[in-house]
């Protein structure tokens, strides 16, 4: 009896050990999978990330800031394209789509990307995460203007019509407004995106080279070729355009109106740079001062559009004291800063009082945020600078990560073997117990 007790206790022992063998094993599956994958999503991350610059950079323009589409130019966010075999993309992106807007990237084809990075925009348009692609191009400063096309002004239109050789500059505007209005901007003034057409310099380059930029595009940059949408009488009219640009009457080519969109980062920049640059003339409320008028004034924040702000702070207001901020300060400082002067509105008083320099007169005006004497009184709650951003939540797409998933969901067939593996040892370690209680009596 004492001697089956003793096998017993042997057979035990082997079994506690397999026991253990095969839970480490277990255990260590259980590791395994997602050291591998912590690996590779720190590889697909990094390369995410490069891919959202890239994104924005060269990509955002025509296909949107959230990977949307504009007008004719496709959704790059459409499930179809996540589940197409990623060497096709790879092909549409390198080589371009024939006869149509889409540019050929690759080096090799004549663009600016590498095979690598090709590879990465693959990556974000298969697995990306397009708000944060959203957020990225906002930030840059490059939100493209949506709706891509305007209208020009239909009184200065037909004052144009008047100028010699008038039909043909009319019909350059209404071209312009359809298909450049977009990177070159308002009237030809140029965005962070494309240099300006109403510039002299570019109204004295030869005929024949405006030609040749237009027709055949400029290689590794965003302009691409036009002869398949221009005939050639259409590219000559615009050449037309661009070198009378002087007697086109300003305002023909309005903006697309479009809020400037924002996000937490581009807010807190804006009232970061506004404090340091401007808030010695314009107050740090925006209430204005001796030396330079209020912003933060309902007249002029609903008269005047993100665009046109951000045009005056770019060229500054030639003869008076403020200066061009375009020459020191980058594109996204200044979209940062009219997305923070946007955030007055809502609480904008009618009526500003100057701050006084020195520090004169009773408290309320030297930190006045609302005019004391401003009707604005039940002007709606002031948003908090951390407001959501703009464009979001409009996006269907986008949905957001369940949390809802039952437990036994996640349970991997390794946990199990886990825990099953350490409850037989706890077992068979009790049942040893036991055997050994039963000798000693
Ligand atoms: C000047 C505008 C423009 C720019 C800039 C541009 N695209 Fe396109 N892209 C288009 C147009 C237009 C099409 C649709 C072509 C067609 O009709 O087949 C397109 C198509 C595509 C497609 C195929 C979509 C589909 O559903 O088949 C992909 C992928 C793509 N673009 C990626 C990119 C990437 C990546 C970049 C930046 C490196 C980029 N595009 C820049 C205009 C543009
Ligand atoms: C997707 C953005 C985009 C669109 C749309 C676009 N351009 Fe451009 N364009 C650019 C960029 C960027 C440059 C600068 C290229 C360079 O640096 O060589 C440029 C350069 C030019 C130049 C040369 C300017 C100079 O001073 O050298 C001309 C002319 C021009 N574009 C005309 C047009 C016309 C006309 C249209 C509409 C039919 C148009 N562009 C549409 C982005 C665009
Ligand atoms: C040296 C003083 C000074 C500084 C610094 C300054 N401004 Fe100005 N700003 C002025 C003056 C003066 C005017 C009025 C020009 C005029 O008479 O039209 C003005 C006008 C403006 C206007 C147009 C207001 C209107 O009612 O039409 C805007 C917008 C503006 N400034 C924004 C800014 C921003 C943003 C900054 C900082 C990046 C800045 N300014 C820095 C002096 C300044």
Redesign the pocket.
Known sequence: MNLNRTRIIEILIGLLATQVIVFALAFYMVNEPQRVVNAQSDILEVQLDSAMTLYTENCAVCHGLNGEGIGANPALNNPALATMPFEEIVKVIARGRYATAMPAWSKEDGGPLSDYQIDELTALIQSGDWSATGDRVVNLGLAPLIPFTTEPDSALLENVGMLPDGIRLQAAITTYAESCVACHGADGLGTSIAPALNDPLAGEKPADELTRIITYGSAGTLMSGWSNQLSPEKVAEMVTLIQRWDEIPRGVIPAPDVPIPTTEESLALGAN??AS??????GPEGQGTP?????N?KA?LTE?NDQA?EL??TG??P?????A?GDR?TAS??QA??GF?RQWEPTAPEVAIPTRPGGGGPPWMRTNTTAPNSIEITAPQQQSPQATPQGQGKQPWVQPASSETAWWQTMDWRILLSVTALLSIIFTLILMGVNLLKKQN
């Open positions: 740079v506004y640059n401007c808030s010695s003339c314009h030396r330079a008028p209020a912003l004034v002029f005047t702000i005056i702070i500054g207001v003869g008076t004291a403020m200066p901020w300060m400082d200044i800063i009219v002067i």
